[in-house]
Every structure is written in structure tokens, then in C-alpha cells.
Nanobody, 119 residues
Framework: QVSLAESGGGSVQAGGSLRLSCAASGTIKSINAMGWYRQTPGEQRELIAWITSGGRTKYLDSVRGRFTISRDNAMNTVYLLMSVLRPEDTGVYFC?????????????WGQGTQVTVSS
């Protein structure tokens, strides 16, 4: 199994920055892609940014150029640097990890961290 520990959420004014971190731990050591999803009340979770173990990235169009996802493979930790934040970036951000190796096909979620951007 994989446990995901998120940190770094909080409240910030529009134009500000926050950095989210998510550390994976547990019995499954091989992690393929890791990413961040956002959920707002009444909406489904949407993919914000995603990075493979090889460093390939993908971003939601509305955050491209403002958010940067990075990863420390040795530590199985993924980061999301969010800059020039907008009120519409508000939501609960969930870390997501896809297991690799013999456990490919399994995926795991963190508990979520609240990000609030005020205008």
C-alpha cells in the first residue's frame, strides 16, 4: 500500500504563491506517475498537473505557465509550486499516485489540502 502525506495548503491573496508537497510512503516502493487534482463543492475532481517518474509533465490549460510540478524520485515526493494564484484556483487539492512494477494499476489518494485564494 501507499500512504500520501500532503502539506503546504493555506490561504493567500490573489497574485500570491503556495507550494504543495506530497510524500509517498508504504510497502509499495515503485511509483509511476504522481499528480495533483483539485475539487470544488459540487464538482468532480479535475487533474491540475501530473508528472511521470521520467519527468514528463502535463498541466490543466488554466494553470499552465503559473503552476510547476516537480518530483524527487529518490524520496517519492511530488511538489506543486503555484504562482500568480487566482480566486478560481480555490479548492481542495488531492495528491494522487500510481503504483508501478508488480502493482501497476493500483492508485492512491491523499486526504486533501485546502487552498483558498482571496481577491
Amino acid at each position: 500500500q501507499v500512504s500520501l502525506a500532503e502539506s503546504g495548503g493555506g490561504s493567500v491573496q490573489a497574485g500570491g504563491s503556495l507550494r504543495l508537497s506530497c510524500a509517498a510512503s508504504g510497502t509499495i516502493k515503485s511509483i509511476n506517475a504522481m499528480g495533483w487534482y483539485r475539487q470544488t463543492p459540487g464538482e468532480q475532481r479535475e487533474l491540475i498537473a501530473w508528472i511521470t517518474s521520467g519527468g514528463r509533465t502535463k498541466y490543466l490549460d488554466s494553470v499552465r505557465g503559473r503552476f510547476t510540478i516537480s518530483r524527487d524520485n529518490a524520496m517519492n515526493t511530488v511538489y506543486l509550486l503555484m504562482s500568480v494564484l487566482r480566486p478560481e484556483d480555490t479548492g481542495v487539492y488531492f495528491c494522487h499516485a500510481e503504483a508501478g512494477g508488480d502493482y501497476e494499476g493500483l492508485y492512491f489518494w491523499g486526504q486533501g489540502t485546502q487552498v483558498t485564494v482571496s481577491s
